[in-house]
Each structure stands twice: as C-alpha cells, then as structure tokens.
C-alpha cells in the first residue's frame, strides 16, 4: 500500500459557516422586507404608508 502524506495546504472550509449563515440571514431579511413594501405598495397605499410598513419590517427583522 501507498503511504498517504500530508499536503502543505490549509483548508478553512470547516470555518466558513458563519459566512454562510450571515449571507442567507441577510438575504432573508432583504427579501422579506422587500416583499412587505412591494405589498403595500400594490394595495394602492399612500408613500407614507409603505415607508412606515418598510420601517416596520426593518425593526420587526432586526429582533
């Protein structure tokens, strides 16, 4: 049998979860905010109406 030896490389991959997750989380975020406004919006809603159901969703996202 061969002998396996070590490479000289270092791999971070076991690392990088918490990249993943704050990607997605934020991505999350994005979207469903968006989404809220794009919603109000489309109820024929006046600007500051979608501003405060923006700013809501912000804050509700943010807890």
Same mark, same amino acid.
């Given at each position: 049998?061969? !002998? =396996? $030896? !070590? +490479? /000289?490389?270092? +791999?971070?991959?076991? $690392? #990088?979860?918490?990249? $993943?997750? /704050? @990607? =997605?989380?934020?991505?999350?975020? #994005? #979207? &469903? *905010? /968006? &989404? =809220?406004v794009?919603?109000? /919006?489309?109820?024929? *809603?006046d600007? &500051?109406?979608?501003? @405060?159901?923006? #700013? &809501?969703?912000?804050?509700?996202?943010? *807890?």
């Amino acid at each position: 049998m061969a !002998k =396996l $030896r !070590k +490479h /000289a490389e270092r +791999h971070y991959a076991d $690392r #990088i979860g918490w990249l $993943r997750a /704050a @990607v =997605l989380g934020a991505n999350d975020g #994005i #979207i &469903s *905010t /968006a &989404s =809220l406004v794009v919603g109000v /919006a489309a109820a024929n *809603t006046d600007p &500051s109406g979608v501003l @405060v159901a923006g #700013i &809501s969703g912000l804050v509700a996202g943010a *807890t």
